[in-house]
């Protein structure tokens, strides 16, 4: 049973980092979201399931595990995939600025009555 969809952003301003851009949209989703799901359908919060995904320009520089570590409960399968946006320094030289985009849902297995 899906209870829960949300999204975040984050951002690498300077070091052209994709793993802490991406824990950045997972927190900033996170804090939005203030789930407490499982009190309210009376199961426990290590029942949840969370389908992540996080998109930026350089998939294959982030540190899925890394990313694991944002969430204190719940089972997250994460995916990575190409989108986010690079955007270039004006001067032309350095690291681009990352902006990683998160989506999050939230489910449960259903109960047999």
């Given at each position: 049973m899906?209870v829960l969809?949300?999204?975040?952003?984050?951002?690498?301003l300077r070091?052209?980092?994709?793993?802490?851009?991406?824990?950045?949209?997972?927190?900033?989703?996170?804090?939005?979201a203030?789930i407490?799901?499982?009190e309210w359908?009376?199961?426990e919060?290590s029942?949840?399931?969370?389908?992540?995904?996080v998109?930026?320009q350089?998939?294959?520089?982030?540190?899925?595990?890394?990313l694991?570590?944002v969430?204190?409960y719940?089972?997250?399968?994460?995916?990575?995939?190409?989108?986010g946006?690079?955007?270039?320094r004006?001067?032309?030289q350095?690291?681009?600025?990352?902006?990683?985009?998160?989506a999050?849902t939230?489910s449960?297995?259903e109960?047999?009555?």
């Amino acid at each position: 049973m899906q209870v829960l969809t949300e999204f975040g952003l984050g951002t690498s301003l300077r070091r052209g980092d994709y793993t802490e851009a991406s824990a950045r949209a997972l927190r900033d989703l996170l804090w939005k979201a203030s789930i407490n799901a499982a009190e309210w359908l009376g199961r426990e919060k290590s029942e949840m399931r969370l389908a992540v995904r996080v998109a930026v320009q350089q998939p294959d520089l982030v540190d899925r595990a890394e990313l694991q570590k944002v969430f204190p409960y719940g089972e997250a399968q994460i995916e990575v995939v190409f989108g986010g946006l690079d955007v270039p320094r004006p001067e032309g030289q350095g690291n681009p600025t990352v902006m990683a985009l998160a989506a999050l849902t939230v489910s449960f297995a259903e109960v047999a009555p």
